[in-house]
């Protein structure tokens, strides 16, 4: 989650980390890129919201980039600032040279330094030449206030897997629809992925996890709602994938249980055509499933094979493509339309649910 004391109260930070607290949340994004007018008054609101957040075992990283390092009068190699303010960690909006972030890493407070990985560049190995302490170093994208600004999926992936195959602990951010501000005034929300940013938030994180991109996921803007909060932690934190599905209104009471109540296999031999959760005929061989909405198949379909397919009835499938329908296939639903493209990333022997 992320909190901008200057523009916001502590009483509405105490709150929105109280209940943020209560769901699991454990990390804070802070931005410092902009001081106002009175830097002693936006530096002690800085204080009191860390504070209060490590009551709650938050930790706090501060954004902050060279120019202001110089404002403050702060060295790269003494960072006691950030220890007094609370932070545990700083991250880097714009970079020094590599060796400042490397020997920023051996800081004696155990400080996190946090690097931008949407840079594009190979600034990462120029740091790590100069042997950082990597257990404190730390890769953050950004988030992009602009509509059609945000990152591609190409460009995520390429350099978000930089990073991992350096075993550098990342983040990213997903964007609240009921949030109102972020650290500037004009904002079309705060994502890292451009094709995130009208997406429901849930989706988003579902995205973000299920790319096998990052570790941390961030809301970039303040304050999302309680529901909003409930929805993230609970994609967050849940053992399987869950994609949402519309049912057909013909769908019969024992095809909701097959596709609710399973833990879904994705079959290892896999077909171009139909993604096969078969375990479900071998649970449900006892039920009836009677042939209905026969019609063609389209990708995202949710199948629950028939009765007239002999040993297979009652096996679970999701379409991958479009396929005629020989009348032994009952179409009991689709993929939400806003998760449907999340199916892209659901591979052979994974395992995930499905929820209305």
Known sequence: MSLYPEHSTLEDDKKYLDTASKLGYSRIFASLLELGDDKEKTINRFKETIAYGNKLDFVTIVDMNPRLFKTLGISYDDLSFFHDLGASGIRLDEGFSGMEESKMTHNPYGLKIEINMSSGT???????????????????????????????????????????????????????????????????????????????????????????????????????????????SEAFYAPYPVLKVDFSSNITDLEKEVILKSTHVYRGDASDYLLRSTMTRVVYKDGNFPAHDTQDIKRGDIIIVNDTYGQYKGETQIALRDIKNDGRRNVVGHLNSNEAFLLDYIKPWSSFKLAE
Request: charged residues 20%; hydrophobic residues 35%; proline residues 5%.
């Open 122 to 232: 190979h600034y990462l190995d120029n740091i790590i030449s100069y042997h950082p302490d990597t257990n404190n170093l730390l890769g953050c994208h950004n988030f992009y206030p602009q509509r059609y600004t945000g990152l591609g999926e190409d460009f995520f992936t390429k350099w978000s897997t930089f990073f991992k195959e350096r075993n550098i602990h990342s983040a990213a951010f997903v964007s609240s629809h009921s949030a109102t501000f972020g650290p500037w005034p004009v904002q079309d929300g705060l994502p890292t992925l451009e094709d995130d940013r009208d997406l429901p938030i849930s989706t988003q994180v579902k995205h973000l996890l299920l790319s096998g991109m990052v570790d941390d996921v961030i809301i970039g803007n303040t304050y999302a709602s309680d529901e909003e909060l409930k929805e993230v």
